[in-house]
């Protein structure tokens, strides 16, 4: 038997043991985390292609309004983002902010649904339910920032991404197969209870997550402070013990100190300012995500009104876009470690000019309209899911652990904070000035994305 020594740490063989059982640990949490994923990608899949079909198509609304509910359903990101990040920072316990944000969004959809049913849906209430949406989103979405590196560790968080991504947009994609199938064959109000259903599954998926995520957790390689790696930039904040920011850490008496969520936010902005890498990719994360809302904006009403589509059309094309989302996520850690971060990027957002101008030019190009739309709709997905694998592993890579979830909310609220600006901007643009500009502005949005990733030369050391 081996020798233990005085601290009860075990030899060679209770290493291996031990580290056995931790690789076992983090096995299961990923697979449900993985679970989770393909539950969240449908809820969410369902979620994207019911309320602007039943703002434009029951509702008889137009390009105005489709703009306000993209908007409002993610201004939460802007509101919330940051107290949310230092509130998760905080307690340490994600996985009870993403079970409550999962079962209300099933809420807020069965509400839809009853209101469909009962033909009292207005405007009003399907606003409330994208607010309602929205502020789920942003506390799922920051409790899981804080889970992924946690399980997953932080040299396996790039392919770990790629598989979340791979599982949830496999999701999407059936998600927007079935949403044609329900819409034509039982309607609307089955449809929004499947998607109910799905987020009341990822709940269920949650309860095998880890239920702590501090110091030392499973999957946490978290190194003493003074260490870099070789050639490593220097990233801000990061000699600094856990406790001595206020974010996270405990104190000398190991209580945890309460911080102003203000004070908070300033600090996980500095460091997305101080950090070459951090800010070229949140800056092209802002142009892409400007460019995706603009096009959400326009494409339903291009194509539900100016080609006269059916909906459960336009739900198929969903398909396509998840279809391209998978396999732009299994494609990108391959992608990224022959060619770099740099190229992956910038490649992405210059290759994506031209497969926007396939929904320009669908109505002159032979054939049927609806392939070159989805043709449109499964390039742009592959490219954008490129860039958002590619690079996943930066903000884990350059932030402590314990100012993760307040640096990636920082960073969201920039990034997914711009999204309600693009989406009222779009809407305007459509109604006074029609179609056409508005895909215009999506097209430079687009290839602006490459700009911030090109001159940063400090990613070249991610792959």
Request: with cysteine; proline share 6%; glycine share 12%.
């Amino acid at each position: 038997m081996a020798a233990k020594d005085i601290t009860g740490t075990a030899g060679p063989e209770g290493t291996q043991r031990s580290a056995a059982v931790a690789q076992q640990k983090s096995s299961r949490g990923l697979g449900f985390l993985l679970a989770t994923a393909a539950a969240e990608g449908f809820g969410d899949a369902v979620s994207r292609a019911a309320l602007p079909i039943l703002a434009v198509s029951v509702l008889g609304l137009g390009a105005g309004f489709v703009g306000v509910l993209n908007a409002i359903g993610i201004a939460a990101f802007v509101l919330l983002g940051v107290q949310v990040g230092a509130a998760v920072d905080r307690r340490g316990q994600p996985h009870s902010a993403m079970g409550a944000a999962s079962l209300l969004r099933c809420l807020a959809l069965l509400g839809l649904a009853a209101a469909a049913v009962g033909g009292w849906l207005s405007p009003t209430m399907l606003a409330a339910a994208a607010v309602l949406i929205g502020v789920a989103d942003v506390v799922f979405t920051t409790a899981q920032t804080v889970l992924i590196p946690a399980v997953a560790g932080r040299r396996g968080l790039k392919h770990a991404y790629s598989r979340l991504a791979i599982t949830g947009q496999t999701a999407s994609a059936t998600a927007a197969a079935a949403a044609g199938a329900f819409l034509a064959l039982l309607g609307m109000p089955l449809l929004l209870g499947a998607a109910a259903v799905a987020y009341a599954a990822s709940r269920l998926f949650q309860l095998g997550l880890p239920r702590s995520v501090r110091s030392g957790a499973l999957g946490t390689e978290r190194q003493p402070a003074t260490k870099r790696e070789p050639g490593a930039e220097r990233e801000p904040g990061a000699d600094r013990q856990p406790g001595n920011s206020g974010l996270a850490g405990t104190g000398g008496d190991g209580h945890q100190p309460q911080v102003r969520p203000r004070r908070a936010g300033r600090e996980g902005f500095a460091i997305l300012r101080k950090s070459p890498a951090l800010r070229a990719l949140t800056l092209s994360a802002c142009l892409t995500n400007a460019a995706a809302m603009v096009g959400n904006t326009i494409l339903p009403v291009y194509v539900l009104r100016d080609l006269s589509l059916p909906p459960a059309a336009y739900a198929v094309l969903g398909a396509f876009g998840a279809v391209g989302a998978v396999l732009g996520a299994a494609a990108a850690p391959s992608i990224s470690s022959r060619l770099g971060l740099r190229v992956s990027r910038a490649g992405a957002a210059v290759l994506s000019v031209p497969a926007i101008l396939l929904a320009v030019a669908c109505t002159r190009l032979p054939g049927p309209e609806l392939v070159w739309l989805g043709l449109e709709f499964l390039l742009w997905a592959f490219l954008v899911a490129v860039a958002g694998v590619t690079g996943s592993e930066v903000l884990p890579g350059t932030v402590p652990p314990d100012r993760l979830a307040t640096v990636g909310a920082a960073q969201r609220t920039l990034t997914l904070g711009v999204m309600p600006v693009a989406a009222l901007a779009a809407g305007l643009l459509g109604v006074t000035a029609g179609t056409p500009p508005v895909f215009w502005l999506w097209v430079l949005l687009a290839a602006a994305a490459a700009v911030p990733i090109v001159g940063t030369r400090s990613l070249d050391r991610f792959r």
